[in-house]
């Protein structure tokens, strides 16, 4: 299966596939919209003869969408996560300005694998256990692999030195060590650079510890939480090696679950888990999410 | 008359209640919280797609006030004299320093530029600590085990400002520790210290200073301080003392005290007063 989907909201619209439990495009589904929605997406008056197509489901109308056809995609169930969890999730996948979450600020995934390329001087060493570490904490994501290049031009994710190639030109008067992010327009990050400054990280044991920290930030541009206990990596507490617990596991696994809407804003995040959680409350319905293919 | 003293008495007992309560609520507000995942653990009732109950997760909180317990018995802020000294060391005059504190080994690995007589001597002035409560100093001949470098650069290094190097005569220059030291380093988010390099101007290893500096520079490196001097002549951070073999004693009671916890939230000028605070009512002072 193409692996390159793009995500379409089906939330917004509120469609309902119906004469099929398959997760795949179906043939022959039945496609309804809210009234409400109807009208915002399509902007033209219903005739009485539209009329004839409404349902009424749980005291809304529902108008069915006779010659409606659906790109082919792919439905997952909404991953369904309490609050507790959502709180936590948000303070390190979005961004903070002046001491609160910004709403609008969006979160940031990677669509397509990850294809690393080391710098000449990376050490052996640093190469392998990098790639090792890396490889683990992948495997856990149904959605996301990652593999060793030897061509620069083959990869989208390059580790460098001060003192070698400048290979992202924004970094070249960085003295200290950091990364550079690149993404799109859906806020897919399709290129990264890390550059560490081997002064300041001065054997191949510091380097390895710094690379396995921006590697695990740059999985989705996250933002430590100061206020988790210490054990967590995502606490931002860590001094010796890196130990993901399930917390930070579960993190990592739910942000690139497709059973919620991917590169959203914090606002969108906020809007969809109102709406969800409700109709799970109120309706015991439990929504899915339509992922277009690419 | 009685009643008024009662209700007096009244009035005093529940200001001191809330002002207690308040103090250690302010640092609760810094405690931790620690998230733990029950897998499977909660049913959801779904009608659509189909009638069937989800199991998902459930999350809990808990917040970690365990975190408070050394305030019980943390001494410092009994003794005026030093509580006076540490706050002044540590904080100077600034208010938002926040205390740093190496939570893992210390592993000293000196450059082999180093002269062989500076090396010999700073060993010896390392060796020379005695063991404190949460410092584990140790020096290594790999590199690659350690975490903490002495390194020569060719080039002039300082921490001062140009307009600071016009301003001093060649003989105050010589006494502030970091003239042609630097020490860069990297923490934590939890203000914990992972990493150290401190750089020696190579043109500075010839001065009669530098013994003394460097020593100065790696001893208020540990503490993370603000300051670099001390009106206590058993410190080597003291004017006056120069060619110190040793840690004064001064050194290893400011050591002794940065280090008899390793505070697991950040604890800042006003923190450290609100820790202050609590203690004193803790102990009724």
């Known amino acids: 299966m193409n692996k390159s989907i793009i995500i379409s909201i089906v939330l917004y619209f509120t469609f309902q596939a119906v004469y099929s439990q398959s997760l795949e495009q179906a043939q022959n589904v039945q496609y309804r919209i809210s009234l409400k929605n109807y009208k915002k997406k399509f902007k033209k008056p219903l005739t009485s003869k539209d009329s004839l197509n409404f349902i009424y489901v749980n005291n809304d109308t529902l108008v069915v969408l006779k010659d409606y ?3 082919p995609g792919r439905s997952v169930p909404y991953e369904y996560k309490d609050s507790t969890f959502l709180d936590v999730y948000k303070s390190i996948a979005f961004k903070y300005a002046n001491d609160t979450l910004d709403k609008k600020s969006s979160m940031k995934y990677w669509k397509d694998d990850i294809a690393v390329y080391f710098s000449e001087s990376v050490d052996k060493k640093v190469k392998k256990e990098f790639m090792s570490f890396a490889k683990n904490v992948v495997s856990q994501i149904d959605s996301l692999s990652i593999k060793e290049v030897k061509k620069v031009e083959d990869s989208n994710y390059i580790i460098y030195y001060n003192g070698d ?4 030109s924004r970094m070249n008067k960085y003295t200290f060590s950091d990364y550079y992010m690149h993404w799109n327009n ?5 290129k990264l650079f890390i550059k560490l400054n081997r002064d300041h990280f001065f054997n191949p044991t510091l380097r390895l510890k710094e690379l396995k920290k921006y590697f ?6 996250f933002q430590f939480n100061k206020n988790i206990d210490c054990n967590n990596f995502f606490s931002g507490c860590y001094t010796t090696d890196y130990k993901l617990t399930d917390l930070d596991i579960e993190i990592i696994k739910y942000h690139y679950s497709y059973g919620i809407c991917k590169g959203t804003n914090l606002e969108t995040f906020e809007n969809q888990h109102e709406k969800f959680k409700q109709a799970l409350k109120n309706k015991k319905v439990l929504n899915s999410f339509y992922h277009e293919y690419e | ?4 003293f009662k209700n007096i008495f009244l009035v005093i007992a529940i200001f001191a209640f809330t002002c207690c309560y308040s103090q250690s609520s ?4 810094y405690l931790k919280t620690d998230y733990k995942i029950y897998k499977n653990s909660d049913t959801l009732d779904i009608v659509f797609p189909k009638d069937s109950k989800k199991i998902v997760d459930k999350t809990v909180k808990t917040i970690d006030t365990t975190a408070l317990h050394f305030l019980n018995d943390f001494d410092l802020f009994s003794n005026s004299y030093f509580l006076k000294k540490y706050k002044k060391l540590i904080f100077g005059l600034d208010k938002n320093v926040i205390i740093h504190q190496w939570s893992g080994p210390v592993i000293v690995y000196f450059d082999k530029k180093i002269p062989k007589p500076i090396i010999e001597d700073l060993k010896v002035f390392i060796n020379s600590f005695p063991n404190i409560k949460n410092l584990d100093i140790s020096i290594t001949n790999n590199i690659n085990e350690a975490n903490y470098l002495f390194k020569v650069s060719s080039k002039d290094v300082t921490a001062l400002t140009e307009k600071q190097l016009s301003d001093y005569t060649e003989a105050q220059l010589e006494n502030y520790p970091y003239y042609k030291i630097i020490h860069d380093w990297h923490g934590n988010k939890n203000y914990k210290l992972y990493v150290s390099t401190l750089t020696i101007s190579q043109s500075f290893l010839d001065n009669h200073t530098i013994l003394d500096n460097l020593k100065k520079v790696f001893f208020i490196s540990l503490l993370q301080a603000k300051g670099y001097t001390v ?4 410190s080597i951070l003291y004017r006056k003392n120069k060619g110190f073999k040793t840690l004064g004693a001064f050194d290893i009671v400011m050591l002794k005290y940065h280090y008899k916890t390793i505070y697991k939230f950040k604890v800042d000028f006003n923190v450290f007063t609100a820790m202050e605070n609590y203690y004193k009512k803790l102990n009724n002072e």
């Not at chain 2, 009106?231 to 058993?234: A, V």
């Open chain 1, 69 to 71: 056809v659906r790109k």
């Open chain 1, 165 to 168: 190639y400048e290979y992202e």
């Open chain 1, 186 to 190: 859906k806020n897919q990050i399709y």
């Open chain 1, 216 to 221: 695990i930030k740059s999985l989705g541009r």
């Open chain 2, 1 to 4: 008359m009685k009643i008024i």
């Open chain 2, 26 to 29: 302010d640092l609760k507000d």
């Open chain 2, 231 to 234: 009106n206590d002549d058993t």
